[in-house]
């Protein structure tokens, strides 16, 4: 593995070693050769980007560090070893891409109601501003610490503290965790970044040398104008985006209503754009404005395929962006820049949070998932290198800085996890002298309950035990005497009335908790009745090559599924004697079936060997 990672890190290094401008001279050639020209070029330029997409990626992939990183080196090597016209002019390239992250804003905007976003404010407006001045002043007083004059140092410092609302999101979405607290927090400082880029773009205006003699009613001309669009965007879409929705629908027609939702996001995109603000502002609130429509759903699965493709190409093209020279010129300083960098904002991220009341755990994994710089550093960049406020070697560093941040974003996951231990189970002083049950169940979770329930609505005396601190103190809102223990020990279980009890059912949610529990209460108390819950036919195979009896191990969802195909059957016309035949049919069949592989994995321990050794069946005509 490390080999294979070295090999892929030390890819473009090679092949700059080993003649790539021979190559570059070479594809010129080839132009010259095959007559390519125009469309046919173009097509030929997509091609080789795509095809370097699908070798980098399934290997960033395979090494588990990502698909960004993948793509940014895909990027990285066409700009060695391509000589097309991306590789030429990567801005141009970056600019039109930047057209994935529109997408991705929108499609965020669909999930925000405005109600939900007015709810939101407070941690917009409020953490959001305060945790960009804090990331923004330390980076700042670092980069005065280097020597940087104080105005460029300001810009270095703002384009640094700005965090990848792609990478940030595309995480969050990745571990669906959208509407957790985590989620919700760092969506908002996302939105609030996506703000702060017009008033920063402003300031690069009135810093630079061209923009000394600005005044303050061009400033407030400009705010007003980003204003009066921003509202005329929301009356648009509170208005005219429904109905006009309403009546593309009725042409049945599923392109116009794909060319209409992208319709949609470049007009919002142009009015933002239009007044100075940004394109993805605009998208985010068309977005916003449709996420009541009824169409919303529809408009998703629309936009979706384009984001993917977008957001691929996007950091493709930041990987062509990257000045290979200006980076191996500086290597040392970016190579110290970057741990630096992204530990001050690290640590911005984090006191701020705390500060608002964030609980350490949560404040720590936003201080990691937001470390990184972001693509919008690239737009402030470019605007101050432009506006000769930023020399062109410097900006290249920041640039590569903004970059390598990105690429080392993908795991940051991961060393959150090593960083942050997992807590000690909370234990609770229990006391067994009531556990004197006829029924012992081990695992009070959502099956537990269920299986408790006729049982104590009958009188019969049931003892529960569970592990779960947090779970028992909810039972004793609903006057449920639950034991703390752990069920995978021989004596806890004999404290908890193992030995005396008939009947014990093992209704915990893991399946290898559920087969240590079995392995010991057939050890130990074999007296007891034992029955089991099964996580799915795998899990039921290896409860019965423990011992548990074919009739005494129960899938979760069977018997739910079973009913639900039951009612399906009735829905579409079946009388209920028919209905109920079938049912009872495909039981029979499922259990005679069920004993086959019990006996033909019998001998098997292993989940992978007993997957081996069960042959699916078709139902289909039975």
């Not at 070479?26 to 390519?36: C, D, I, K, T, V």
């Not at 208005?239 to 992208?262: G, H, S, V, W």
């Not at 710089?373 to 737009?379: K, L, Q, R, S, T």
């Not at 005494?552 to 039951?566: C, K, P």
């Amino acid at each position: 593995m490390k080999s294979a990672l070295s090999a892929l890190c030390a890819l473009p290094v090679l092949l700059t070693a080993t003649g790539a401008p021979a190559f570059a001279a070479e594809a010129e050639n080839a132009r010259s050769m095959f007559g390519l020209v125009g469309m046919e070029l173009a097509f030929l330029e997509a091609l080789a980007l795509i095809a370097l997409a699908c070798i980098f990626v399934p290997i960033s992939r395979a090494l588990g560090l990502g698909t960004v990183i993948g793509y940014l080196v895909a990027g990285v090597v066409a700009g060695i070893v391509l000589a097309i016209s991306f590789t030429r002019d990567p801005g141009e390239l970056l600019h039109f891409a930047e057209f994935g992250v529109v997408l991705f804003l929108f499609v965020i905007g669909l999930e925000f109601r405005p109600a939900r976003l007015w709810e939101m404010r407070g941690t917009i407006f409020g953490r959001g501003l305060v945790q960009v001045m804090v990331c923004a002043a330390l980076l700042t007083a670092a980069a005065l610490l280097v020597g940087l004059e104080w105005r460029v140092a300001l810009i270095v410092g703002l384009g640094l503290a700005l965090s990848s609302t792609a990478l940030v999101m595309r995480g969050i979405d990745d571990g669906g965790e959208r509407n957790s607290v985590f989620g919700q927090t760092a969506f908002a400082i996302l939105l609030f970044e996506d703000l702060a880029i017009v008033p920063f773009l402003l300031l690069v205006t009135l810093l630079a040398p061209s923009g000394e003699e600005a005044s303050l009613a061009d400033s407030l001309q400009a705010t007003a104008i980003g204003i009066g669009a921003i509202t005329a965007l929301i009356l648009i879409g509170r208005y005219a985006l429904d109905p006009i929705f309403r009546i593309i629908a009725r042409t049945r027609t599923p392109e116009l209503m794909t060319a209409a939702a992208l319709g949609v996001v470049v007009f919002a995109a142009l009015i933002m754009a239009a007044a100075g603000l940004s394109y993805a502002m605009g998208a985010f609130i068309a977005g916003v404005m449709l996420a009541e429509s009824s169409y919303r759903h529809e408009v998703e699965a629309d936009i979706e395929p384009f984001r993917g493709l977008f957001m691929g190409l996007f950091f493709v093209a930041v990987g062509l962006s990257l000045d290979l020279r200006a980076v191996a010129d500086n290597w040392l300083i970016i190579l110290l820049a970057v741990p630096i960098t992204v530990a001050l904002k690290g640590l911005g991220a984090y006191v701020v949070n705390r500060a608002f009341g964030t609980p350490h755990p949560i404040a720590l994994r936003i201080a990691f998932a937001m470390g990184q710089h972001g693509e919008f550093g690239f737009v402030l960049f470019a605007a101050a290198s432009s506006a000769l406020l930023l020399p062109q070697e410097l900006s290249s560093i920041v640039v590569a800085i903004v970059t390598l941040s990105m690429a080392l974003s993908s795991q940051a996951d991961r060393a959150y996890r090593l960083v942050v231990r997992q807590p000690a189970r909370e234990t609770i002083d229990e006391d067994y002298t009531d556990a004197e049950g006829s029924v012992l169940i081990i695992g009070f979770g959502r099956v537990g309950q269920l299986v408790a329930q006729p049982l104590l609505a009958e009188g019969v005396s049931v003892t529960l035990l569970d592990h779960d601190a947090d779970r028992i103190r909810e039972a004793k809102r609903f006057n449920e005497r639950v034991h703390f223990g752990d069920g995978t020990r021989a004596d806890v279980l004999a404290a908890a009335g193992a030995e005396t009890a008939k009947v014990i059912v093992v209704a915990t949610d893991d399946p290898d908790t559920t087969l240590k529990i079995v392995k010991i209460v057939h050890r130990k108390f074999p007296n007891a009745k034992l029955l089991a819950r099964a996580h799915d036919r795998i899990h039921a195979v290896r409860l019965a090559g423990e011992g548990v009896p074919n009739d005494a191990i129960l899938r979760e969802t069977w018997l739910s599924a079973l009913a639900l195909g039951g009612l399906t059957l009735r829905a579409l016309g079946y009388a209920d004697g028919d209905a109920d035949d079938v049912i009872a049919r495909l039981r029979k069949r499922d259990s005679e079936r069920l004993a086959e592989q019990i006996t033909a994995a019998r001998d098997e321990s292993e989940r992978a060997q007993i997957v081996a050794a069960i042959t699916p069946e078709p139902v289909r005509g039975r």
